[in-house]
């Protein structure tokens, strides 16, 4: 359910739309609901697929649950999420050998309005595209990124990326520049090297 106050689509760098959904808890093999707003502290991964019971999706968990001791590191939220119904997700967990041990809540959008205010929603098929969106601790959206159907996303860029927006976070005034990780040399945006970046880097 979509909080009332929520009039905009999810865009970057503004506040995630609030929602609560009904999901399905794997590790506990029971329903539970989850509130965006309550996650408002920790940095949120809102990971949305196609569908249970399809081909790449399944090879898509099984690599965030592979990374999951990761996330816990750096006290990341992982929600999977899709148009699918809590009882669709305990199926399909306890026959796609992938899925086992998949230890992430998985969000049921399945009355489509999540999708809807989050921009996602393929209105041809009635599913959400897929889409990552990263929240930071204010409930601010950091990354908006969407791939084509058939093309599986990577944990290790995610990881990557997050590692750099929690670096900007607690060090606001830095800029990280392209395949930047983690201890690399950042950029501290100025005018003095508006035309030297080249030597700012070396």
Not at 154 to 169: D, G, P, V
Request: hydrophobic share 45%.
């Amino acid at each position: 359910m979509i909080e009332e106050y929520v009039y905009e689509i999810a865009k970057i760098d503004n506040e995630a739309p609030m929602f609560e959904l009904p999901a399905y808890d794997p590790l506990k093999d029971s329903e539970t609901v989850v509130s965006l707003e309550l996650l408002k502290g920790k940095w949120t991964v809102l990971f949305f697929y196609p569908a249970d019971f399809t081909f790449v999706c399944p090879t898509e968990l099984k690599d965030m649950a592979d990374a999951k001791s990761r996330f816990d590191t750096m006290w990341v939220e992982i929600l999977a999420a899709s148009t699918d119904t809590v009882f669709s997700h305990r199926a399909w967990v306890k026959h796609e050998k992938l899925m086992e041990w998949f230890p992430y809540k998985m969000l049921s959008d399945h009355a489509l309005e999540v999708s809807e205010v989050y921009n996602i929603l393929d209105e041809k098929t009635w599913i959400a595209w897929r889409w990552t969106f990263v929240i930071d601790p204010e409930g601010i959206i950091r990354t908006i990124e969407v791939a084509s159907g058939p093309l599986g996303r990577n944990s290790e860029e995610l990881i990557r990326k997050l590692e750099a927006l929690q670096f900007m976070s607690k060090n606001p005034w830095v800029a990280c520049p392209a395949k930047w990780v983690l201890w690399n040399k950042t950029l501290t945006p100025s005018i003095k090297i508006a035309w030297e970046v080249f030597e700012a880097l070396n």
